[in-house]
């Protein structure tokens, strides 16, 4: 019983790690913990992540990974995409979309306004579904429920930083995303 449990547990690890390489190989910048529940995504780069650092690895992340754990998530319990390729370059909008799919997140978060033009592009024809303009506009702030995720566009949060009234605000977004099930 053990054994067809491991080998089910590997066959499922091994198709996450072909589908992470291709895209890899296709220019998608991918990293964290791949079964996660929350994506985060971001296009506006600092200069270290420009010159190739590590992404989410400096305030902005700090920050992001304090807020998730605070709201009740694992500390492991999220993975990143950036939406520009190692040249700078927004990644193509299919590219973007197979990525989400490949990830399977229940929440996406957009974290400055590069990441959520690239979700616009990506989802158009979902978003045009949604009945409430925000939410198909992915206005900051407002969460928006496509392809059975929650969609969080949180309008700049590295440059939020700098300010305490905007740390707030954007404190205040991302409590509207706390963990669907039990609180870890």
């Not at 994506?39 to 400096?58: H, I, N, Q, R, T």
């Not at 605070?70 to 700078?88: F, I, K, N, S, T």
């Not at 978003?127 to 309008?155: D, K, Q, T």
């Amino acid at each position: 019983m053990a054994s067809e449990r491991d080998a089910r547990r590997r066959a499922c690890v091994d198709k996450a790690t072909a589908e992470i390489d291709s895209l890899v190989a296709r220019g998608a910048r991918i990293g964290g913990n791949a079964f996660s529940a929350v994506l985060l995504v971001k296009g506006e780069l600092s200069d270290a992540e420009k010159d190739g650092g590590p992404a989410f690895s400096g305030a902005d992340g700090k920050a992001l990974r304090a807020s998730l754990e605070r709201l009740g998530y694992a500390p492991e319990d999220w993975e990143w995409l950036l939406a520009v390729d190692e040249a700078g370059t927004p990644l193509d909008a299919a590219l973007f979309r197979e990525a989400v799919c490949a990830l399977d997140p229940t929440t996406l978060v957009c974290c400055d306004e590069a990441a959520a033009a690239l979700a616009r592009e990506a989802y158009a024809d979902d978003l045009f579904a949604v009945e409430s303009l925000e939410e198909a506009m992915l206005a900051p702030g407002v969460v928006a429920r496509i392809c059975g995720m929650r969609v969080l566009n949180l309008g700049g949060f590295a440059a939020a930083l700098a300010d305490p009234h905007e740390k707030q605000v954007m404190w205040a977004r991302l409590k509207q995303i706390p963990p669907l099930g039990e609180p870890y």
